[in-house]
């Protein structure tokens, strides 16, 4: 019988062979460098959650990640299992963001000349990295998303969102997310980067209301919390400040590093995160207070 017994001295020596080769860890540049984003780490078998209130932006920001990921990198392969936005329409919100086009023209196909040129920019940059990128459909279980990963062989796997996936073809949730963390992990051992993105239940403040502000932002925020602040390996939640622009992606669990926060503005109308313009110290107070 084999043995499952790792010893230390052999370990040790492969371990300092690798550590002293100088080559760096794998790892997946998400955004330009220095931007606000950049800090955010993607790299095989790590896992890492995103959660917000609804309308938040956590899927825009997940998206714009991945995607950005990809044009970053000519042989990155993303897979996405979104359960309530079709392919088409997480398509036409990256073409808002890359042509700058606002996403309701999109939508609606109210074009001007102005507007097909800058549209005709935002296809070309998609259509570069759609190869690479592919989509799970339903119906949404953890076989189902195993099946098109065998396909793909993606680099990363997004999961939007965590709750509403099964671990069986008969769609029974029963004790079912423990099951899913259990198939996440798989999916992390095996060498893929996981992007998850959760929903959260109302935490209370300090009057027993039940809120969704920043400061009662904690790991236990997360639905089915602990599955979740276990089983991950970075954990942010995506929060909104009263300027409908701001936010801050919280960092509240990091594994094997330092967590840091991160201020945003949101430009819903392109869905765009980019680094938060300067606000002055009274009013930065006032939004963690609140």
């Given amino acids: ?16 062979r ?5 080559e760096p860890p794998i790892r997946f540049q998400l955004a330009d460098d220095g931007a606000a984003l950049g800090s955010i780490m993607a790299e095989p078998g790590r896992v890492t959650v995103f959660g917000g209130s609804p309308g938040s932006g956590k899927t ?4 714009q990640l991945v995607i950005d990921g990809l044009r970053l990198a000519d042989d990155l392969r993303v897979l996405v299992a979104n359960v309530e936005m079709p392919p088409a329409v997480l398509l036409s919100r990256q073409l808002a963001r890359l042509s700058g086009v606002d996403l309701t023209i999109i939508q609606d196909r109210t074009f001007t000349d102005a507007t097909h040129k800058q549209l005709e920019a935002g296809l070309g940059e998609l259509k570069t990295i759609c190869e690479r990128l592919g989509f799970v459909r339903g119906p949404f279980t953890m076989q189902n998303v195993d099946a098109a990963a065998a396909e ?14 099964t671990s069986s073809a008969s769609g029974d ?6 099951q899913s963390m259990s198939f ?3 999916f992390a051992d095996a060498g893929a980067c996981v992007f998850l993105a959760s929903a959260l239940a109302r935490q209370k403040d300090a009057a027993g209301r039940a809120t969704f502000s920043k400061s009662a932002m904690t790991l236990s925020a997360f639905r089915d ?7 991950v390996d970075d954990a942010y939640i995506l929060t909104a400040g009263k300027d409908p622009t701001q936010r801050t992606l919280l960092h509240l669990k ?19 995160f980019s680094a938060a313009l300067p606000v002055d110290g009274a009013a930065a107070a006032a939004w963690w207070a609140e």
């Fill in 225 to 231: 919390s602990s599955e979740i602040e276990f089983g």
């Fill in 18 to 22: 690798d550590l002293l080769s100088g």
């Fill in 184 to 186: 996440i992990r798989q």
């Fill in 173 to 178: 949730r029963r004790g079912g997310l423990d």
């Fill in 254 to 272: 990091s594994r094997n590093g330092q967590c840091r926060d991160i201020e945003l503005d949101f430009d819903g109308a392109v869905q765009q």
């Fill in 152 to 165: 793909l062989e993606p680099d990363i796997l997004v999961l939007d969102y965590l709750q509403r996936f």
């Fill in 60 to 63: 825009a920001l997940i998206m």
């Fill in 1 to 16: 019988m084999a043995s499952n017994l790792i010893r230390g001295d052999e370990l040790f020596s492969e371990w300092r």
